[in-house]
């Protein structure tokens, strides 16, 4: 990169993400650009790969009462792109959302596409005082609109451990883990790590009080698209950010809870915690931390 206003995706997403003009560039990390997730270590399944079903419909953009997937899964967006589902029981659960694929014989203008378009909003890298790089919006994005995909190297159990574990202090863990529960004693594990081959997803810094929310999106694949939707209105120039626990609140949020076993409390003694920053009024002081895959 030789000039700080070059496109970060380098053509491979449909807007240009640039860097501020009193940005340095060199600090910027090496890493490979790539808009959707790819295979890595430990994932079975090539997440590009076409292996959901697709649906008959004739009409440009699918309805409920006319669409097998829409209902199969229900209806997620609204007319104009926007998530219907983001209201939650609990901070952390929402129903998963799947999309017309590759085998639909609907439309691409279809309003159940919204997550496989890609990025189509003008979004910056920046630079934070305390937090390194970050993404700001330049412009204003309304509640509940796909702003990216957290997108990365998926991989296995065992490779989100050995990687997390040869991790320095200094280093940057770049890994979400999302577990789905469908059902009684039903987990699914997706692990993503967008550390060398990544998108736009990876400067996203943590807050605890975020204005984005992650949802398991499923497009073509049982292996879902992690993206992240604004849970309010947006203004221009301000910073994105997103809770790396998965927990989301509009409000201040109370403490969340969770069932460590003893391998992880063993674990926890020995994992130095790193500072969050992000100045919120109901700040954790550290900087979430997934003890499962220590185990």
């Known amino acids: 990169m030789s000039d700080p206003g070059v496109d970060l995706s380098n053509g491979l997403e449909y807007v240009t993400i640039s860097f501020p003009p009193d940005s340095t560039e060199q600090l910027c990390p090496v890493f490979q650009y790539s808009p959707v997730n790819i295979q890595g270590p430990g994932c079975p399944v ?101 702003v990216c995909e957290y997108a990365g190297e998926v991989i296995g159990f065992e490779e989100a451990r050995r990687r997390q574990l040869a991790q320095r202090f200094e280093d940057n863990n770049y890994i979400i883990a999302v ?50 939707f604004a849970g309010r209105d947006i203004d221009v120039q301000e910073e994105l950010t997103f809770d790396y626990s998965g927990g989301y609140t509009n409000q201040t949020p109370g403490q969340l809870h969770c069932t460590q076993t003893d391998t992880a409390i063993q674990a926890s003694k020995t994992v130095q915690r790193k500072t969050c920053h992000c100045g919120a009024n109901n700040c954790a002081k550290f900087l979430p931390l997934d003890l499962s895959i220590l185990k």
Request: with cysteine; proline share 5%; glycine share 8%.
């Open 179 to 228: 577990r789905e529960h469908a059902g009684t004693g039903s987990i699914t594990e997706t692990f993503v790590d967008p550390a060398t081959v990544g998108n736009i997803g990876r400067f996203l810094n943590h807050s605890c009080l975020p204005n984005l929310f992650m949802v398991p999106v499923r497009v073509h694949s049982l292996v879902p698209r992690l993206a992240l």
């Open 46 to 146: 090539d997440p590009s790969e076409v292996t959901l079903p697709g649906c008959s419909c004739v009409s440009h953009s699918c309805i409920t009462e006319s669409c097998c997937c829409l209902q199969t899964h229900g209806q997620a967006y609204a007319g104009n792109g926007t998530l219907r589902r983001i209201s939650v029981s609990d901070v952390g659960h929402f129903t998963p959302v799947f999309e017309c694929n590759a085998l639909c014989s609907c439309s691409d203008t279809c309003s159940n596409r919204v997550v496989q378009r890609g990025l189509i909003l003008s979004l910056q890298i920046c630079t934070t005082a305390r937090s390194g790089w970050g993404v700001r919006t330049l412009q204003r994005i309304p509640h509940g609109t796909f």
